[in-house]
């Protein structure tokens, strides 16, 4: 007998994402669906607004991961008006964007994913004396004391036994899935409290250079901070960059360094090594993409852009994010309309946002997957569908012969016994993130002590101010503003008629992983790793599916229902 599964909504930063999943008579997933819930409209909104200020609307498409759609945006309008951007403006660019690598992944690691392999529940039986003595056997943390582990204990059992688990509530606590001892579990949740304190602190490089957080301010052609020579008034806290704000911009990347090193690195492949099953699935496509990110004064990006087919590492496909032929976004079981036809696949300058929802009237049980089924739509590279983000991306450095990518990855999985190919997986997906926030982490203080070293030599340019008269521009204009979020290859597309925008288009990372079947009915992402080797424990707690959709970093707390084929709903389950 097949039974449906439905796990609605898994909330992200793109809107609300919602997994139908049908499993055979022996629980494996034969059949997945990804269905986007929440439409969004940002980029009939833009449109006729002034270029220079787009950066403002579209950065309100996520809070979460909080800069990077702004980022994207002023690139999109530099790329259309060949406005070159000084060396500053770039570093502090590339500073603003590795700390949300190293906030974002840490906070997906202990908030998001971990407790899919973590039993909360479980932590009360540790030894806190056992449990210290694991953690110092993995790390020099100077906070792995045994009455630290009490101490966290204690603070455990007082939810526990108050019956309001607050943020480790309607876990599926006990679910034969959880294999880490007592005391791994104990330590992770540890870590996940010292987590949550250090994220406050690592988000003041986005405060200092952008003025906030979230949604710090931008300025298209630089940035929007003066640099001052000397301390300031203000110390850290003034509107100018100055040496106190620099110096504690070195203490927050020591700050970031010492948490990834000493807490995040051995959690990871403490966990990862009771779940070595789990890198044998999860993979699906097998196809990834990049766009390259983190430019450097040579014009090169430090993550490569290009498209591994058939994981091949032996080959790196060049990638033209302007090419009609390459880039295209399909809409075949998207809830959307195109002038051509469904059938047809649009390159996103000449994109379309007609709006038309054909599915069931709310409350629903089940979607008609043979028709539209979501809000996404289905992006893809020479109609192939791609996997974007950091698995992706640490694929593309270890093939492109980045030795430190290389070098990290060989420690961490000759530490596993495993091979390179178990990367093709849903832990290979979290471990990936893991190295990634290492090598981004270590690479900040290089910018940094560069942008130091310009403004001792007398460089003090932050902005380009050149074509910031519209006189100056053409009648029109196209670009693309590429940037390597956290999650993915993130583009966004702008077409500028007469000094305003005439449309604007933007592919997110949650697109091209998320997305539909296309035309073809090729699954995307999300939907070809589920039916990778994914068998159900119990189909009231399909912990399985919450582990590999986690995997791609989805966010927030996520309701799960589960019916049968007929869509008599079995149980309601919220997922934290």
């Given at each position: 007998m097949n039974t449906r599964v439905v796990v609605d909504p898994i909330t992200r930063i793109e809107g609300h994402l919602r997994i139908e999943a049908e499993t055979d008579a022996q629980g494996r997933i034969a059949q997945a669906w990804s269905s986007g819930t929440m439409v969004r409209g940002i980029e009939l909104i833009l449109k006729g607004r002034d270029p220079r200020e787009a950066w403002a609307f579209a950065q309100r498409i996520c809070g979460v991961c909080t800069l990077v759609h702004g980022m994207a945006s002023i690139r999109s309008v530099e790329d259309a008006l060949h406005w070159q951007v000084p060396a500053n403006a770039q570093l502090i660019r590339n500073l603003m964007i590795g700390a949300q690598y190293v906030h974002d992944h840490v906070m997906h690691f202990y908030?998001?994913?971990?407790?899919?392999?973590?039993?909360?529940?479980?932590?009360?039986?540790?030894?806190?004396?056992?449990?210290?003595?694991?953690?110092?056997?993995?790390?020099?943390?100077?906070?792995?004391?045994?009455?630290?582990?009490?101490?966290?204990?204690?603070?455990?059992?007082?939810?526990?036994e108050s019956g309001q688990l607050g943020i480790f509530a309607n876990g599926f606590w006990g679910h034969p899935a959880y294999k880490l001892p007592p005391e791994a579990n104990l330590m992770a949740v540890a870590h996940y409290l010292d987590a949550l304190a250090w994220q406050r602190e690592v988000v003041k490089i986005h405060a200092i250079f952008g003025g906030k957080n979230p949604h710090p301010n931008f300025l298209v052609g630089g940035s929007p901070s003066p640099i001052s020579a000397g301390p300031g008034s203000g110390g850290a806290a003034a509107t100018t960059v100055n040496i106190v704000a620099l110096e504690e911009v070195?203490?927050?990347?020591?700050?970031?360094?010492?948490?990834?090193?000493?807490?995040?690195?051995?959690?990871?492949?403490?966990?990862?090594?009771?779940?070595?099953?789990?890198?044998?699935?999860g993979e699906g496509l097998g196809h990834f993409m990049t766009v390259g990110d983190f430019p450097g004064p040579d014009g090169k990006n430090l993550i490569p852009a290009g498209v591994i087919l058939?994981?091949?590492?032996?080959?790196?496909?060049?990638?033209?994010?302007?090419?009609?032929?390459?880039?295209?976004?399909?809409?075949?079981h998207s809830w959307y309309d195109y002038s051509g036809g469904k059938e047809q696949g649009l390159h996103p300058h000449q994109g379309e946002t007609t709006l038309h929802y054909t599915g069931p009237k709310p409350p629903y049980e089940q979607l008609d997957t043979a028709a539209s089924y979501s809000w996404l739509k289905s992006p893809r590279w020479k109609d192939k569908p791609v996997e974007v983000g950091p698995l992706a991306r640490v694929l593309m450095l270890h093939a492109s012969g980045h030795e430190p990518t290389r070098e990290l990855a060989a420690k961490a999985l000759g530490q596993l016994e495993l091979p390179?190919?178990?990367?093709?997986?849903?832990?290979?997906?979290?471990?990936?993130?893991?190295?990634?926030?290492?090598?981004?982490?270590?690479q900040m203080m290089g910018w940094l002590d560069a942008l130091v070293a310009n403004i001792k030599a007398g460089d003090a340019a932050m902005h380009?101010?050149?074509?910031?008269?519209?006189?100056?521009?053409?009648?029109?204009?196209?670009?693309?503003?590429?940037?390597?979020?956290?999650?993915?290859?993130?583009?966004?597309?702008?077409?500028?008629?007469?000094?305003?925008?005439?449309?604007?288009?933007?592919?997110?990372?949650?697109?091209?992983n998320a997305g539909p079947r296309d035309a073809a009915g090729q699954?995307?992402?999300?939907?070809?790793?589920?039916?990778?080797?994914?068998?159900?424990h119990d189909a009231k707690q399909p912990l399985e599916i919450q582990r590999t959709v986690h995997s791609f970093d989805p966010c927030i707390a996520c309701a799960v229902h589960v019916s049968d084929p007929d869509g008599q709903a079995l149980s309601s389950i919220t997922v934290r």
């Amino acid at each position: 007998m097949n039974t449906r599964v439905v796990v609605d909504p898994i909330t992200r930063i793109e809107g609300h994402l919602r997994i139908e999943a049908e499993t055979d008579a022996q629980g494996r997933i034969a059949q997945a669906w990804s269905s986007g819930t929440m439409v969004r409209g940002i980029e009939l909104i833009l449109k006729g607004r002034d270029p220079r200020e787009a950066w403002a609307f579209a950065q309100r498409i996520c809070g979460v991961c909080t800069l990077v759609h702004g980022m994207a945006s002023i690139r999109s309008v530099e790329d259309a008006l060949h406005w070159q951007v000084p060396a500053n403006a770039q570093l502090i660019r590339n500073l603003m964007i590795g700390a949300q690598y190293v906030h974002d992944h840490v906070m997906h690691f202990y908030h998001l994913h971990a407790l899919d392999w973590v039993d909360v529940v479980s932590a009360l039986k540790a030894d806190p004396k056992a449990t210290s003595a694991l953690a110092q056997s993995i790390s020099g943390y100077a906070r792995s004391s045994p009455g630290y582990f009490s101490d966290t204990q204690t603070r455990l059992k007082q939810f526990v036994e108050s019956g309001q688990l607050g943020i480790f509530a309607n876990g599926f606590w006990g679910h034969p899935a959880y294999k880490l001892p007592p005391e791994a579990n104990l330590m992770a949740v540890a870590h996940y409290l010292d987590a949550l304190a250090w994220q406050r602190e690592v988000v003041k490089i986005h405060a200092i250079f952008g003025g906030k957080n979230p949604h710090p301010n931008f300025l298209v052609g630089g940035s929007p901070s003066p640099i001052s020579a000397g301390p300031g008034s203000g110390g850290a806290a003034a509107t100018t960059v100055n040496i106190v704000a620099l110096e504690e911009v070195r203490q927050v990347i020591r700050q970031m360094q010492s948490f990834v090193d000493q807490v995040y690195v051995p959690d990871t492949l403490a966990i990862a090594g009771f779940y070595k099953d789990w890198f044998a699935r999860g993979e699906g496509l097998g196809h990834f993409m990049t766009v390259g990110d983190f430019p450097g004064p040579d014009g090169k990006n430090l993550i490569p852009a290009g498209v591994i087919l058939n994981r091949d590492l032996s080959h790196i496909e060049p990638i033209d994010l302007r090419d009609p032929t390459q880039v295209q976004e399909f809409v075949a079981h998207s809830w959307y309309d195109y002038s051509g036809g469904k059938e047809q696949g649009l390159h996103p300058h000449q994109g379309e946002t007609t709006l038309h929802y054909t599915g069931p009237k709310p409350p629903y049980e089940q979607l008609d997957t043979a028709a539209s089924y979501s809000w996404l739509k289905s992006p893809r590279w020479k109609d192939k569908p791609v996997e974007v983000g950091p698995l992706a991306r640490v694929l593309m450095l270890h093939a492109s012969g980045h030795e430190p990518t290389r070098e990290l990855a060989a420690k961490a999985l000759g530490q596993l016994e495993l091979p390179i190919t178990a990367m093709f997986s849903t832990l290979g997906r979290t471990a990936a993130r893991t190295l990634e926030t290492k090598l981004i982490a270590d690479q900040m203080m290089g910018w940094l002590d560069a942008l130091v070293a310009n403004i001792k030599a007398g460089d003090a340019a932050m902005h380009n101010d050149t074509l910031w008269d519209p006189a100056r521009w053409p009648a029109e204009a196209k670009g693309v503003g590429f940037l390597e979020a956290p999650r993915g290859a993130l583009l966004h597309y702008i077409v500028i008629k007469n000094g305003l925008i005439d449309n604007y288009q933007a592919v997110v990372p949650s697109t091209w992983n998320a997305g539909p079947r296309d035309a073809a009915g090729q699954p995307g992402a999300y939907e070809a790793a589920l039916m990778d080797r994914h068998e159900l424990h119990d189909a009231k707690q399909p912990l399985e599916i919450q582990r590999t959709v986690h995997s791609f970093d989805p966010c927030i707390a996520c309701a799960v229902h589960v019916s049968d084929p007929d869509g008599q709903a079995l149980s309601s389950i919220t997922v934290r």
